[in-house]
């Protein structure tokens, strides 16, 4: 099984609200990852965490706030977004850190 | 700090054409490649990884090659069909970066 999962599929959210993205794999990886994507563009590193530890932070604004409660599970919280902070949301796990990544399907995240 | 680039942006082949996606990166030391697919709106489906001690890697219909050297990898797809149609992004899993990707669409 190579499934990364990922709810909500799709968000909308005001710039006051509170949300938060979920990721889950129980394939026994131990890097997990944030990335987000914007139309047509690659995706781009925000977080990563290896053994459930925040191992890079990539000068990700403090409006996105990670969290790692166990080895198959990884949050993204969100508060006070931009609008400019609409887009896909992506997970992804590899066993240990630089290794084979696999991706989930997404989030689709709109602030209004 | 690993660059990765994809030339080019867009390609357009008629179906059963053999093709060639070409992925460049800046530091050869580089440990592994990692090639996706991408359909619009959705997420990333690992096609291939090729080790730094590799020079190619075959799945089906798919070959990818690495040469370190010239700091690039190729992705050949045989025979392509219209199910092809994707974007297909080429990165650096150790450096967590991506090249912006190669959007295809094979006509029937």
């Known amino acids: 099984d190579t499934e990364v999962t990922q709810t909500p599929k799709h968000l909308v959210m005001g710039m006051t609200n509170k949300k938060s993205l979920k990721c889950e794999q129980h394939?026994?990886?131990?890097?997990m990852y944030w990335y987000k994507q914007k139309a047509k563009k690659p995706p781009e590193l925000m977080f990563v965490?290896?053994?459930?530890?925040?191992?890079i932070n990539e000068s990700v604004p403090s409006r996105f706030s990670p969290e790692c409660p166990n080895s198959s599970l990884l949050n993204l919280h969100l508060h006070a977004l931009q609008p400019e902070d609409s887009a896909l949301y992506l997970c992804?796990?590899?066993?240990?850190?630089?290794?084979?990544?696999?991706f989930g399907p997404g989030t689709r995240l709109l602030v209004l | 700090k690993q660059e990765v680039t994809q030339i080019p942006a867009a390609l357009s082949v008629p179906e059963g054409e053999n093709l060639v996606l070409n992925c460049s990166f800046t530091?050869?030391?580089?440990?592994?490649l990692q090639w996706f697919r991408q359909d619009p709106g959705k997420g990333l489906t690992s096609l291939l990884l090729?080790?730094?001690?590799?020079r190619e890697q075959t799945s089906g219909r798919l070959n990818a090659s690495l040469d370190k050297s010239s700091g690039r990898s190729t992705l050949y797809i045989a025979a392509s069909q219209p199910g092809d149609s994707a974007t297909y992004l080429c990165?650096?899993?150790?450096?967590?970066?991506f090249g912006a990707g190669t959007r295809l669409t094979v006509k029937p």
């Open positions: 394939m026994g990886h131990r890097a």
């Open positions: 090729i080790q730094s001690s590799q």
């Open positions: 992804a796990s590899s066993r240990l850190i630089g290794e084979t990544q696999y």
């Open positions: 965490y290896s053994y459930e530890k925040l191992s």
């Open positions: 990165a650096s899993p150790a450096d967590m970066r």
């Open positions: 530091d050869s030391a580089i440990y592994n």
